[in-house]
């Protein structure tokens, strides 16, 4: 039978981030081979995962698209950041990565949009507004053999999110794999959760779709890291659902 559940997830950021990366260490659970092509156009892998959904322990199939970094491929088809057309009303989840020690992968400087701003308001453009979004600093294991070789400091990835009010920010490693299913898994609950919620009849219906915008409740709270520079902004209230 085809799992109820079914979640969109799209990988953005610069090129050489880590996205593709990513996608392998979560898919594949073992760290991808060293040497990866650059991705051209755009790809998806799906992954089955056991999640606790209202209660009830539930096969849930994450969709994760992989897009190209690299410039001459950075206008995405509007239907990338749009959910399933069976499942239209189902939040989809952004994950928006760069690397911390490529300073240029999160912030081009003062006078233009910095990278990570880019693809942030990229979601905040297309995307409908019960969108997951979470931040993601990749290649820590670089960092954490090198603290010099760090170019992109943990407040910073941290004040970033916390500027857009995006609801989760992670520092990970493809390579390690370190902090990678964790975040891909609290995107998961946290659009089965608004999912959950929105099939609730006794939650308030809300009748007006807004544009995007990272409303916030109130200001994320910041959690210190439990391990090493994974920081989680939390941000579950406040959000505007849409009925179904
Ligand atoms: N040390 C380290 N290297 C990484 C990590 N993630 C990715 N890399 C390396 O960085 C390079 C680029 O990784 P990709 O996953 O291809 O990057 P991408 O973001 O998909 O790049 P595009 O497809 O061009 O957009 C590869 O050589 C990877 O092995 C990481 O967490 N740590
Ligand atoms: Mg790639």
Not at 10 to 16: K, P, W
Not at 173 to 186: C, H, P, R, W, Y
Request: charged letters at 25%; hydrophobic letters at 40%; proline letters at 9%.
């Amino acid at each position: 039978m085809p799992s109820p559940y079914v979640v969109k997830v799209v990988i953005l950021g610069e090129t050489t981030v880590g996205k593709t990366s990513l996608l392998k260490c979560f898919v594949q659970e073992k760290p991808p081979p060293f040497k990866m092509p650059v991705t051209i156009g755009i790809d998806f892998k799906p992954k089955t995962v056991e999640r606790l959904v209202n209660g009830k322990t539930e096969q849930v199939q994450a969709m994760v698209w992989d897009t190209a970094g690299q410039e001459r491929f950075r206008a995405l088809p509007p239907t990338m950041y749009k959910p399933d057309p069976v499942r239209k009303m189902d939040p989809v989840a952004f994950i928006v990565c760069y690397d911390i020690t490529t300073r240029w992968t999160f912030d081009k400087g003062t006078e233009v949009q910095s990278a990570v701003e880019y693809w942030l308001d990229q979601v905040k453009q297309h995307a409908a507004s019960n969108s997951v979004v979470c931040l993601v600093g990749n290649k820590l294991d670089l960092a954490e053999n090198n603290p010099e070789d760090r170019a992109v400091t943990t407040e910073e990835g941290a004040e970033m999110a916390k500027k857009h009010g995006v609801n989760y920010f992670f520092e990970t490693s493809a390579i390690t794999g370190k902090n990678v299913e964790d975040m891909f898994l609290k995107v998961l609950d946290e659009v089965l959760d608004r999912i959950v919620k929105a099939e609730d009849p006794e939650e308030d219906p809300m009748p007006v779709i807004q544009p995007f915008s990272f409303q916030l409740g109130g200001p994320p709270s910041m959690e210190a890291p439990a391990a090493g520079g994974c920081w989680l902004l939390s941000w579950i209230n406040g959000c505007p659902r849409r009925n179904r």
